[in-house]
């Protein structure tokens, strides 16, 4: 089983299903398109993740999901759903404080038809900095433990030079 993220928009709901080893190589679009889509009309009402595929995630795409719980909460106060978490995206995602805020589903239907939106760029700075920010909001635990890796990066997007 190879590494991808599946993304699909029914109805006002979005879903995206994990597959594999999820980092930020594979987040490159991921932020842009869910958020462009916040921002449309009509709003969304909900948001689904299926990690029953996924084997490992990283702090990126971790906090790229809290970036998604806020604006899902500013749309109507829902929170986002996570669906069959496998063992280790649990671990992972108690482990940075993310299972107080997100709802944890044993199952949902998705769409038969959701497109990879994995693609060869890499992820810039600013979108691996703003995804750190939204976990070092969490605790001070996650402060700490990212608070060098978030000065490197503001270095970086300040500067203009882009990872």
């Known amino acids: 089983m190879g590494?991808?993220?599946?993304?699909?928009?029914?109805?006002?709901?979005?879903?995206?299903k994990a597959?594999?080893?999820?980092?930020?190589a594979l987040c490159a679009d991921l932020?842009?398109?869910v958020?462009?889509?916040?921002d449309k009309v009509p709003a969304v009402t909900a948001m689904f993740v299926d990690l029953s595929l996924c084997d490992y995630m990283?702090?990126?795409f971790m906090g790229l999901l809290v970036g998604f719980n806020k604006r899902l909460a500013r749309c109507g106060g829902k929170r986002l759903a996570i669906v069959a978490p496998t063992a280790t995206a649990?671990?992972?995602?108690?482990?940075?404080?993310l299972t107080s805020l997100v709802e944890i589903v044993k199952e949902e239907n998705f769409p038969e038809d959701m497109e990879n939106i994995v693609k060869t760029r890499t992820a810039s700075s600013d979108l691996?900095?703003?995804a750190h920010e939204n976990l070092m909001e969490l605790s001070e635990a996650n402060k700490k433990r990212f608070a060098t890796l978030h000065s490197v990066l503001k270095g970086q997007?300040?500067?203009g030079k882009d990872s």
């Open 3 to 16: 590494e991808a993220l599946y993304y699909k928009e029914d109805g006002g709901k979005l879903y995206l």
């Open 19 to 24: 597959q594999g080893h999820i980092s930020a």
């Open 31 to 33: 932020r842009s398109l």
């Open 35 to 38: 958020f462009e889509r916040f």
């Open 58 to 60: 990283d702090s990126t």
């Open 90 to 97: 649990a671990e992972l995602l108690s482990g940075l404080g």
């Open 128 to 130: 691996l900095m703003k």
């Open 157 to 159: 997007s300040e500067s």
